[in-house]
């Protein structure tokens, strides 16, 4: 068999693709599937603040609220913000507060100055915290476990400042919802598995942790504040380090999500953080465009090389070796992370989500609404 210049072209340029790829897998994210579990310590070090901010929110806050009110820790407060809520949200937390003497509420009121979306209600509620350690949650979050907060604790090792955890989402019968909690394992895969490897550059704001003091001394969000999001993944890119960044990912510590469940709901959620994501460190950014243009152009040869005659076995055997080393890889983390009957078409779904990905981003082009609520 002889090849002409084009099709060796595109073959050495789909192989290239593929050891990008097979970097990623093998040597960063593989050690997220055989890192050592912390297990949940038996006792409580320090005094837990958890930040809430809920802005029209009334039905999860009913639903969840008292589940983490109920957390298995002895010294730890609930500040939940309320900002600017017209759908019965106010009153729900005003009986709260009679019942439950860990709940305090702060109250963002309309036309308050600078405000700047949930940035706002998050630096009013770190403001009304009174403990040092603060653990983020969002309103639409249920814990796996009573004993969420104490993992999620303040270690033993004092240098650390920032704890990552991990928040899937729940499980709905729909394409899109298998679509959405693939690219949340994915992107988890990725923030964990990088931090394990000393170069933290993200944290999801649904379940992280944080010291107070950290937040003012860096001046909180005011690098950011112009834009809506941006106030977990932005923070952590910023003052997270190799020496400062721990991971928790214990399956008591998960913290669980409602996911969206129209297209548009989940595109405007994306342009969110693609909003967020240009604000990297220069690094960071290199890092993740080379993650996701190389994994496109890898399926864009592909498709190429099925079109000849001489590389269409080639292409097709070199697809199945991704396809062996990816499972190896990532179907023990879909496992671990709790999305395990996912296993079976992760290889699908891969490749759904990355076509779902280019028109997300296409279509993001055009919805200009992004903000929090």
Request: hydrophobic letters at 45%; aromatic letters at 14%.
């Amino acid at each position: 068999m002889e090849l002409t210049l084009l099709e060796t072209c595109l073959l050495g340029a789909f192989v290239f693709c593929l050891l990008v790829q097979l970097y990623f897998s093998l040597f960063v994210h593989l050690k997220l599937t055989s890192v050592k579990i912390d297990e949940i310590p038996e006792s409580a070090l320090h005094p837990i603040s958890v930040i809430i901010c809920a802005r029209n929110e009334v039905k999860n806050l009913e639903n969840y609220l008292p589940v983490i009110l109920a957390q298995n820790y002895p010294n730890f407060e609930v500040v939940v913000v309320n900002d600017r809520s017209w759908d019965g949200t106010s009153d729900l937390l005003e009986r709260f507060l009679k019942k439950y003497d860990k709940l305090k509420v702060v109250t963002v009121a309309e036309g308050d100055k600078f405000i700047a979306g949930k940035k706002f209600a998050v630096t009013m509620g770190i403001k009304a915290a009174t403990h040092e350690w603060l653990v983020f949650t969002d309103a639409d979050c249920v814990p796996s476990s009573p004993n969420w907060l104490m993992g999620m604790q303040q270690p033993k090792n004092t240098d650390t400042e920032i704890i990552l955890g991990y928040s899937p989402y729940l499980k709905k019968k729909s394409l899109l919802n298998c679509i959405i909690r693939m690219e949340t394992f994915f992107t988890a895969v990725n923030y964990l598995s990088f931090a394990l490897k000393g170069m933290p550059y993200m944290g999801i704001g649904r379940n992280m942790a944080y010291k107070k003091s950290l937040f003012f001394k860096n001046k909180g969000f005011a690098a950011h504040m112009h834009i809506p999001s941006g106030d977990d993944d932005l923070f952590v890119n910023a003052n997270a380090n190799s020496g400062n960044t721990a991971i928790r990912i214990h399956k008591d510590t998960h913290m669980w999500s409602e996911p969206k469940t129209t297209f548009m709901a989940y595109i405007r959620q994306k342009k969110r953080h693609y909003g967020a994501g240009k604000l990297y460190k220069a690094k960071h950014r290199v890092l993740l465009s080379i993650q996701y243009i190389f994994q496109l152009l890898f399926y864009g040869f592909g498709v190429a090389l099925l079109c000849f005659n001489d590389t269409l076995y080639l292409a097709l055997g070199i697809f199945l070796l991704s396809i062996v080393v990816k499972s190896f890889v990532y179907i023990r983390l879909l496992n671990r992370l709790n999305y395990g009957e996912l296993k079976w078409w992760f290889w699908i779904l891969e490749i759904i989500l990355a076509i779902f990905l280019v028109i997300n981003g296409v279509v993001s082009i055009f919805v200009k609404k992004v903000a929090w609520k």
